[in-house]
């Protein structure tokens, strides 16, 4: 059963860099609808730069997606660096925050986004806090399902312990169809398969990012390249199972000028209309 009657608004994003600041509040193309910023990157930002990014946020929409909130960590919860968090998300008026569903964080701050245990202890640990986290932004915490190298301790699948959490926590989504793709290569799994249990209702907006080819049943998730064709054919699913949802163009090094990446965002757009047309020619 598919929920390709959902329509949502197609809008299209760009991960904001500051080297993008100058440019941008020069003008903002049109084809971009909004920005995703870390906020780890912003929060304390000031003079020139600062500046700029409350100008640019006074004007276009912001979704927040962090990098060290690491749910999953056997360490407490940093309370202080969430509290900070959500006054950033109030000061610039951003109603999302995502974070990925991993752990970053132990004894000391890892590098990489770590697989959690896909267990059903890790699932009731990780949605407490959860919900701790949504306690003080008072806002609906967005899980990231993320690219993983390894599955240690698995007692479920990684499609069902995602969904159990968020469910456990009543938690939204982010959906990155580059790591779908990228998990069954990997892991060899079916793609469509996972995307198509994923839950519709808790989505909330999408990643779509292109990838290093190492081997060709290994694959690593670097976000510094063009997206390609089989990635480009999950989206197109992703919209037929799920509907269409605001979708985020992923870009964090190669990054290319701006006329480049909007090759790639109307892409998307491209995607997204042709779904909604569809289903306006099927009504």
């Not at 860099?17 to 003008?27: A, I, K, N």
């Not at 997206?227 to 985020?248: A, K």
């Not at 909007?262 to 491209?270: A, K, M, P, S």
């Amino acid at each position: 059963m598919t929920n390709s009657s959902k329509v949502n608004k197609g809008q299209v994003g760009l991960g904001l860099r500051r080297e993008m600041l100058d440019e941008f509040c020069q003008g903002v193309p049109s084809e971009i609808d909004f920005f995703e910023v870390a906020p780890e990157n912003w929060m304390t930002l000031g003079g020139k730069f600062g500046r700029q990014f409350r100008e640019l946020t006074e004007k276009h929409e912001f979704y927040c997606h962090g990098l060290s909130l690491s749910i999953g960590s056997p360490a407490p919860l940093d309370v202080q660096f969430v509290k900070g968090v959500k006054d950033f998300l109030d000061l610039h008026q951003m109603k999302v925050y995502s974070e990925h569903l991993s752990y970053c964080s132990g004894t000391g701050h890892m590098y990489d986004l770590m697989p959690i245990p896909f267990t059903s202890e890790a699932v009731m640990y990780v949605a407490k806090r959860v919900k701790q986290v949504q306690d003080i932004i008072e806002r609906q915490l967005v899980l990231e399902n993320i690219s993983f190298y390894a599955a240690p301790s698995a007692e479920m699948s990684e499609a069902e312990f995602i969904t159990a959490v968020m469910e456990e926590a009543d938690c939204k989504m982010l959906l990155d169809v580059n790591n779908i793709y990228v998990n069954s290569i990997n892991h060899q799994y079916d793609a469509l398969e996972f995307l198509k249990v994923m839950p519709t209702e808790r989505i909330t907006y999408l990643h779509i990012a292109g990838h290093y080819k190492e081997a060709e049943d290994l694959i690593v998730d670097t976000h510094g390249a063009d997206i390609v064709d089989p990635v480009w054919r999950l989206l197109e699913e992703c919209h037929q199972h799920h509907g269409v949802f605001p979708t985020l163009l992923e870009r964090d090094f190669n990054i290319p000028k701006t006329s480049d990446l909007l090759l790639e965002i109307n892409q998307i757009h491209d995607y997204q209309n042709r779904h909604v047309a569809r289903l306006k020619r099927s009504a």
